[in-house]
């Protein structure tokens, strides 16, 4: 996982944490899927193994029951390579066009642009580094709020709801 995702995730982490210390207990959860994308440097166009793994969870999110879903994509350069800011719209626009073609909605669909440096490449198995650069999370849209899905079976939630 990047460190950019790790400090998101320590970040929602903490401010569970804060809110139980706040208020007694917490009765939320975190809900959503990821895709990471790994594309050759200095190129924009998704590979089907892209588009498979960004599939993949969607088809996991769609498994949501009673909400739409929103995508939020994560788009990078790293500073090694040229043209970083065509490189992240490019990218950007490629991942949208994906996930239009899937079915989301395009008001569902928000953008961000990074610059990563090679500290947050990602160290591979065996030893070579990892570049990532598009990351689409998807969560759920709910009318109020999503906190009943913490308990429903057919939800599996990334975290649990912290009771004192």
Sequence with gaps: ????????????????????SLYG???????GEEAEI??????TALTSANKH???????????????QIQAVIM???????????QLKEGRAKN???????LGISSENILIEKHTFTDEMAVKRPDGTLGYRQ?????????KGS??????????????RVINP
Excluded at 9 to 14: E, L, P, S, T
Excluded at 25 to 31: D, K, L, Q, Y
Excluded at 95 to 100: D, E, N, R, S
Aim: aromatic residues 8%; contains cysteine; glycine residues 4%.
């Design 1 to 20: 996982m990047s460190k950019t995702l790790r400090a998101r995730g320590n970040a929602v982490v903490a401010a569970l944490a804060m809110s139980v």
């Design 134 to 142: 598009v990351f689409v999370e998807f969560t759920p849209i709910c």
């Design 25 to 31: 207990s917490a009765g939320a959860c975190t809900i």
């Design 38 to 43: 790994e594309l050759p440097f200095n190129t």
């Design 146 to 159: 999503c906190a009943w899905m913490c308990d429903d079976p057919r939800v599996t939630p990334h975290s």
């Design 53 to 67: 793994a960004i599939t993949i969870a969607l088809i996991e999110a769609k498994k949501w029951p009673d909400v």
């Design 75 to 85: 788009a990078g350069a790293y500073t090694a390579e040229r043209n970083m800011d």
């Design 95 to 101: 991942v949208k066009a994906y996930l239009q073609e």
